[in-house]
T-cell receptor
Framework: GAVVSQHPSRVICKSGTSVKIECRSL??????MFWYRQFPKQSLMLMAT?????????EQGVEKDKFLINHASLTLSTLTVTSAHPEDSSFYIC?????????????FGNGTRLTVT | QQPVQSPQAVILREGEDAVINCSSS?????VHWYRQKHGEAPVFLMI?????EQKGHDKISASFNEKKQQSSLYLTASQLSYSGTYFC????????????????FGQGTILTVHP
């Protein structure tokens, strides 16, 4: 149980275009999902917390107008990278909990490798 | 606040032991440990919630000190499959607001096990 599916796994786009990444909880409902970004050989950096039915909460330094998050249902959150630039190239991973808060593990999607040319 | 992990990298031969530490300047609600293989998603290992707690399964265990400011991950008789990057994640308490439950990860420890 507790499977998080992320799509697409890889995407290559041209500079200036927008890319949408989907994150689905397959066998549980998630009122909250977390979006992380990871550069090569670096840590997972939290970008934002996606809240079902309300606005996302962004971490300091993350541009909300560039990284649009929509959490329209209890099983789907989307991250749209708008007007992508080469520096946005990274590994984006979503995660969610199937129960509780700090006393339960995060389940991660398989990540999306974004390359902006 | 990002927890600090040490060491940054460890190289072992099969059968050797390793310890990875995770420290914070303030008391933590919980500590989570994950392992990530290259190009893959992190995989959950275990959570520690209580000061003085120790837990583990197979040959991987972890401890949380009494002050809840440091956790250690113990890898015993390492296997080739243990190779990967280990992250500790801290936070996750019911702090209120719309971001409660989030984890902040350490910078990671790269573990390489050779035959």
């Amino acid at each position: 149980g507790a499977v998080v599916s992320q799509h697409p796994s890889r995407v290559i786009c041209k500079s200036g275009t927008s890319v949408k990444i989907e994150c689905r909880s397959l066998d549980f409902q998630a009122t909250t999902m977390f979006w992380y970004r990871q550069f090569p050989k670096q840590s997972l950096m939290l970008m934002a917390t996606s809240n079902e039915g309300s606005k996302a909460t962004y971490e300091q330094g993350v541009e909300k107008d560039k990284f649009l998050i929509n959490h329209a249902s209890l099983t789907l959150s989307t991250l749209t990278v708008t007007s992508a630039h080469p520096e946005d190239s990274s590994f984006y991973i979503c995660s969610a909990r199937d129960r509780g808060w700090g006393d339960s593990p995060l389940h991660f999607g398989n990540g999306t490798r974004l390359t902006v040319t | 606040q990002q927890p600090v992990q040490s060491p940054q990298a460890v190289i072992l031969r099969e059968g050797e032991d390793a310890v990875i530490n995770c420290s914070s300047s303030k008391a933590l609600y919980s500590v989570h440990w994950y392992r990530q293989k290259h190009g893959e998603a992190p995989v959950f290992l275990m959570i520690l919630l209580k000061g003085g707690e120790q837990k583990g399964h197979d040959k991987i265990s972890a401890s949380f000190n009494e002050k809840k400011q440091q956790s250690s991950l113990y890898l015993t008789a390492s296997q080739l499959s243990y190779s990967g990057t280990y992250f500790c994640g801290t936070g996750g308490g019911n702090a209120g607001g719309t971001s409660y439950g989030k984890l902040t990860f350490g910078q990671g420890t790269i573990l390489t096990v050779h035959p």
